[in-house]
């Protein structure tokens, strides 16, 4: 069964499923960006603190990409 939400816009025009697709593209993005930063063998204070940084952005948009999924299916 295809969830109403599927067929229908946003009230601002945007199909739910593009606005999905947007929000994986960012957590993916978002991912690379950590995956960087976590592979260094012996970062300094710096890289260490952008690494944490970057997890916690990539958890976060992960988190607003899955939440929205869950959204369009009523869960």
Same mark, same amino acid.
């Given at each position: 069964?295809?969830?109403?939400?599927?067929s229908t816009t946003s009230?601002?025009?945007?199909?739910?499923?593009d606005r999905l697709r947007?929000?994986? !593209? &960012?957590?993916? +993005? #978002?991912?690379?960006?950590?995956?960087?930063?976590?592979? %260094?063998?012996?970062?300094?204070?710096?890289?260490?603190?952008?690494?944490?940084?970057?997890?916690?952005?990539?958890? !976060? &948009?992960?988190? +607003? #990409?899955?939440?929205?999924?869950?959204?369009?299916?009523? %869960?």
């Amino acid at each position: 069964m295809i969830p109403k939400k599927l067929s229908t816009t946003s009230e601002r025009g945007v199909d739910f499923m593009d606005r999905l697709r947007q929000r994986l !593209e &960012a957590a993916k +993005k #978002a991912l690379a960006a950590f995956e960087k930063l976590a592979t %260094l063998k012996y970062p300094n204070d710096v890289e260490r603190d952008a690494a944490i940084q970057r997890f916690k952005f990539s958890f !976060e &948009a992960s988190w +607003k #990409a899955a939440k929205y999924h869950m959204s369009i299916y009523g %869960l």
